[in-house]
């Protein structure tokens, strides 16, 4: 007859001391989180955001962006920076960007000096019923061109002279007069001409290198250094627009870096070269790219650019960018955006909100807010909410519920020994409190503990015997209390009979 064999009776533990992030794989380790919310980091463990202070609720807010100049919101229509109304504009989403002191938005293609707290039209044109050309000037009867010296104009319906439809540069205004270089046009009468400042319409577009640039279709612009209205001006200098063809479109976003500028698309991207058009140099290069709807996700922190690409989010840092959210698996979002915090980058998805630890490479459940838009304002990080709250990620008053659901602890109790008890590192803050809820595997969920705020150290939690090789742990509370790890005991036994 074959008895079991006894071991003499003893303890032994295995303690998780950095916690991880959220792993949704198979591939975890103890101490990763299947799920949660209303959580951060602190060191290598976790503990509870602060409550979002709220700045504001806004009416269908469309753009946020910061300026030199203040908070340029737009929101229901209207343009307001530092909450004065500058101007209007139509419905729908709108794409910012700033150079110099002008800021520019589309698809409206309107200009606002956030100086001297002008605007007007990026695009203007004028149609004159009766105009007359000299070889050298356009005189309008009874008109005022809307243009200035510099300006990059387009000349069409010329039915008499066709060879006077031209891009040209103004050389000067007076009055009803446009000048232009010596011996350009035929002279002659014509009918209903316009002459017209174009625009082109920017799908995406940034500031970089003192000129304003975009993607309009599969070519890209550059318009004249210092000027964000003018992107036809060609007088062979250095100060010229600049535009190329690239063969294909489908840009998603665009973003300088170091010496260069960036076009994504959603798998490959264009980088620009160059300091001026006579140097500018264009190449493409088959690279992981920008989610199509997800360009609000493209952020730039310690000379890297972190967003969201078909197979989650990317980090560039002018190689091949590098995937940092395998432990995610795929992440599903048809717009998002992003923006980073002390180190930390906020990944804004359409029904929460994942912090990721750019030191430690974890991501963490920090909130089940619907963010459409993230701006950073100095050491400060804005969200704007669907709902048209805006919110700063910490300053808010009260305590937030919250909850942290591990993994499985796996490498549990064998053949000779059980499960005892858990040993947390935990520091509940004054008026907060924490409850352990445990699983074994075929039960449901219970309370195995609850502790109280004001008292630091480690705080032993028993378990029910048992041999189950894996246990579920989650923990929940309201208010802030940071976890710094968890130590698993078990007693040796006899080995379990066959």
Known sequence: MRLPYLRTRGRYSAVTRVLGGLCLTEDYRNGDLADGAGLTGEGDG???????????????PQALLDTEYGLLLIAGGDVTLEGETLCGVTEGEKRAAVLGSVAVIFPDKVWIDLESRTFGPMET??????AVFSDHTITAAGDAWPFEKGDGVTISGCGEHPENEQTLIVRGVEGSELLFDANVFT???????TVKRRVPDLEVLCAAGNRLWGVCGDTIYGSRLGDARNFFVYDGLSTDAYAVSTGQGGFTACAPYGSHLVFFRETSACKLYGSRPANFQLMTVRIPGVRRGCG???????????????EGLYVYSGGVPQLLSRALGHIE?????????????????PERVLEYDLLRRRFLP???ERVRFAERRGGELLLMTEDGRLLSPEGGAGKEHWHALFRPFRDGPSRYREGSALVLDVTPEPGAWMAVDIRLRGEP???????????????????????????ELRLRGEGRCAVRSIERLFRMGS???P
């Not at 044109?125 to 009766?130: D, F, N, Q, R, V």
């Not at 730039?300 to 078909?310: Q, R």
């Not at 979002?333 to 998805?349: D, S």
């Open 296 to 310: 609000k996700t493209l952020v730039s922190e310690n000379e890297d650019l972190y967003y969201l690409g078909l």
């Open 495 to 497: 080995e379990v009979a």
């Open 333 to 349: 979002a048809e717009a998002a955006c992003g923006g980073v915090r002390r180190g930390k980058y906020y990944l804004c998805l």
């Open 366 to 368: 920090w909130g089940r």
């Open 187 to 193: 002279p002659g009468a014509e009918t209903n001409v």
């Open 125 to 130: 044109s004028l149609t004159a019923a009766s």
């Open 46 to 60: 976790i503990t509870q955001r602060c409550a979002p202070r709220e700045l504001g609720v806004y009416q269908s």
């Open 445 to 471: 969920w219970r309370q195995a503990a609850m502790f109280d705020g004001g008292s630091h150290g480690v705080r032993p939690v028993s378990l029910p015997p048992n041999r189950e090789d894996t246990l």
